[in-house]
């Protein structure tokens, strides 16, 4: 525990790999003074959910996982000094058990230029945490229990949350499958920049009451998705979102504030745009009211299956490619999907099993599952809108979030 102590007060970035996981304190100790940290754990009976949980909520941490026992490692870096040895991220780990550690110093051990490409790798091939995954293994942990045997609970574990497992040294052992390799992409987009980024946008608007009458005391969410868009549309038009540099969280703070103020203040909040905020509440409210079940699903003719799709912006917004106005946009939707599959499509992707960021990803990429006309910000605006956990994300809103400084792949 002394090592995270003393590097804790001038400590700017770690990367934390335990395979155990059982105490916050040493991560605290670096995220409360303002440490970036980067944690590999391994889901286990000895990784409790809640210290998962308390991770995830920490701005400053990204966390990652693996459910195979195959990863051992134990390799702790912070700056320009490093602790390799036998200790878990525990409290028997750093307090009680007789562990052996050795501690390397960048400017004077040569072997610690070799430890952050090895923890890049493990990182690299870990899986992203996100909250359905969390939900999953906290029900997992609650069927399973606490068994003596690890290959039990891994066996048990692996049918709620799926297989990682860590490369070996092995030829050939980091390969990943292809879906795999692109839902870990997907996950780390939304679950590891975007999701936080809305977070803290919303968490700023919330903290200073910085919102417009006719939003007050509605869905918070609808407020943020029309003041990204606003600041996209007046204060980064064109390619400006791509010449803003990126910022650390207090120059992001302020950037953020000085946009909300104009946003409080601004006359016209359409602004070029496509709605007014009284028809988006309406919009919002009609797609999550027709959407809500299979059974609601199921009733809608074609007439009321795109009249209440036109309420995410990036599908309204594929009226840029098409000509005609909205009966235009209309007419090309339906020849391009049955209605058929429109339904099927949507009830999987918003009533089907296993995790949301999967379908999700079946309606991107598979070609069993996804419509013409309703790509990634469709999709994934679709599933904000209906999904507690996740905020509505579009092109538009992406390229605001970078414009304010969050490092985002718009």
């Given at each position: ?139 997992a942990y609650r ?195 049955t209605l058929t ?49 996740r905020p509505p ?18």
């Amino acid at each position: 525990m002394d090592f995270f102590e003393l590097t804790a007060p001038s400590a700017t970035s770690a990367m934390l790999a335990s395979p155990f996981f059982s105490t916050y304190e040493p991560i605290e100790k670096l995220t409360r003074r303002g440490c970036q940290v980067k944690l590999i754990v391994r889901l286990c009976s000895v990784t409790p959910p809640a210290v998962v949980a308390k991770a995830m909520a920490d701005p400053l941490v990204t966390l990652r996982y693996y459910t195979s026992r195959g990863f051992h490692a134990k390799l702790y870096i912070v700056d320009d000094r490093a602790m390799v040895g036998s200790a878990n991220l525990t409290n028997a780990g750093l307090m009680t058990n007789r562990e052996v550690s050795i501690v390397l110093h960048r400017d004077r051990d040569a072997a610690f230029e070799e430890l952050p490409a090895l923890f890049e790798t493990f990182w690299n091939h870990a899986g992203a945490m996100t909250s359905e995954i969390l939900a999953a293994y906290q029900a997992a942990y609650r069927l399973i229990g606490n068994p003596k045997e690890e290959a039990e609970f891994e066996s048990h574990l692996t049918k709620h949350v799926g297989k990682v497992d860590p490369p070996s040294a092995k030829a050939g052992s980091e390969v990943m499958s292809k879906r795999r390799s692109f839902l870990e992409q997907l996950r780390r987009k939304y679950d590891e920049r975007v999701i936080p980024a809305f977070r803290e946008v919303k968490d700023i608007m919330l903290e200073t009451g910085l919102r417009r009458p006719e939003f007050a005391g509605g869905d918070v969410e609808i407020e943020l998705n029309r003041f990204l868009g606003w600041t996209r549309l007046i204060h980064a038009p064109g390619d400006a979102w791509k010449e803003s540099s990126l910022a650390e969280r207090p120059a992001r703070r302020e950037r953020t504030l000085n946009y909300l103020q104009d946003w409080v203040h601004v006359g016209d909040t359409r602004a070029g745009d496509m709605y007014y905020a009284e028809e988006e509440l309406g919009n919002i409210a009609r797609l999550r009211e027709g959407f809500t079940s299979v059974t609601s699903i199921e009733a809608m003719d074609y007439d009321e299956m795109f009249d209440t799709l036109c309420g995410c912006h990036a599908f309204y917004d594929m009226l840029r490619f098409v000509s005609g106005g909205l009966p235009g946009l209309k007419a090309d939707f339906a020849q391009r999907n049955t209605l058929t599959d429109i339904k099927e499509t949507l009830i999987y992707l918003l009533h089907g099993d296993g995790l949301m960021l999967e379908r999700a990803y079946d309606c991107i990429f598979d070609e069993k599952w996804r419509l013409g006309r309703f790509g990634e910000n469709c999709v994934m605006e679709l599933v904000g809108w209906m999904t507690p956990d996740r905020p509505p994300v579009n092109g538009r809103t992406l390229k605001a979030l970078r414009f304010l400084g969050h490092d985002i792949p718009a």
